[in-house]
């Protein structure tokens, strides 16, 4: 998505805004601000002996005036911008993004919350960027009302935005020490056309022993089924802790398969299919510097698929803050190919401070060829360090691949990260 000029001048509207309002709400205010230059290459070579390969150098920057915590007005802003210098590969290719924009008022009893721009909207069903207004407030003790309206980012605009829409909230009821329980829902028109309507709870529940239950369902008024239920009970004894859990999908009522829905996984939508999968992972904290996890997954397809089960057994040794290497063995035991193998891997990151080095390798060996291929590599290295009293970082890594997919698969990153943080006094607003 590449911002039109309106875009810009209308988060240069909101910035001017803030400069003009926020410094009345404090003595001081903070600026924080962050640039980050990502530099990604890859070497891929396909079918035929064909390759593909691109050099894309992202530009990422973040500013927070004042502080999200800090009762009082603060601007907060993150976007990107994207130039690809490969040769044979969406050669000089360019976009950008505004991923969130958004001025927050915070009340001094911190029981009001109000934000206005670009943001994103984690609640219950809603897990969406809008263009828009969020509020939220404590309406009497332990009962929570959040609601939000505005224009999906999400949506594409060949149509025009005219008729975009997204509106929703949630209510919660919680009591510290016993339970948290919500109510949600999400409206979502595209053109004029209602495309998405889903209600959806959420539990956090504390049982006697320190057990929690953990889950949210959600319902689709749209298709009328179920969309997801996911469930999860945490049991904590002595050393041991377990995790039991229970997942379910309908892909007819999770997916939308418009064709401008950002979601990569909505030819699933109409497929029928619905997936279910049940298991628990034990954890053993034998120490502070051991961990051990052993992990069991039931996949049960109702089309397509066959039922599958994951078994493998994770080990984790600590040495330090930043520092620790893992191990892990397991079995995906299925009547596929795909869901058929052995899969060993290890991996580290060692702090040496300033400087760290990190490490991942994984090896998969399936049980039958797929594209003529039995068997799957991953490799990692990486490194960084931060210089000049942590005023600047640079993150290096290099990634090679291969499986029945793809003969030969190299990645590298450069990351280069540069902090900016002042505190403004502000004596001269008060005069206002």
Known sequence: MVLSVQSWRSVLIVVVGLLLLAPAASPATDLHMASETIMRGFERKIENGKELDAVPVYQYLQLDYGN????????????????NLGERYNDKD???????????????????????????????????????VYAKTELIP???????????????AAKGRQGDLILGGKI???RPGLYDLGISYKYLADNGKRDEES??????????????????????????????????LRLPLKQFAFHPFFQHYSYDDYFSNRSNSANPFRFLKDTG???TVAGTEAFWYLSEQQ????????????????????YSLLAIWKWKIHTEMGAEFGRMQGNDAENSYFLGRGYFFWNLKPWFV??????????????????????????????????????????????PYFDEDYRWMLKLGVPFDKTFETSFWKNW
Do not use: C
Request: net charge negative; charged share 20%.
């Open 199 to 232: 209600v959806g709870t959420d539990l956090t529940l504390l049982l006697p022993g320190s057990v929690y239950l953990l889950g949210h369902s959600a319902y689709n008024l749209v298709s009328g089924g179920w969309k997801e239920h996911s469930y999860e």
């Open 273 to 275: 299919n619905a997936l």
């Open 172 to 174: 919660s009821h919680s």
């Open 142 to 156: 332990a009962l929570t009302l959040s609601a939000y309206a505005g224009s999906p980012v999400t949506l594409g």
């Open 94 to 132: 360019t976009a950008g993004e505004l991923l969130h924009a958004y001025l927050q008022y915070l009340s001094p009893g911190r029981d009001l919350l109000v934000r206005a721009g670009r943001q994103y909207v984690f609640e219950g069903v809603a897990k969406d960027s809008i263009d828009g």
């Open 358 to 403: 990190t490490g991942d390798l994984m090896y998969v060996s399936y049980d039958q060829e797929i594209y003529n291929r039995d068997s799957a590599l991953f490799a990692s290295l990486g490194g960084g360090s931060k210089f000049m009293d942590d005023a600047f970082s640079v993150k290096l890594s290099f990634d090679y691949s291969y499986d």
């Open 291 to 310: 961990e051990y996890v052993l992990r069991f997954k039931n996949y049960d397809y109702d089309q397509r698929f066959s039922s599958s089960q994951l």
């Open 68 to 83: 999200l915590k800090s009762p009082g007005l603060s601007l907060h802003a993150n976007g990107w911008g994207r130039l």
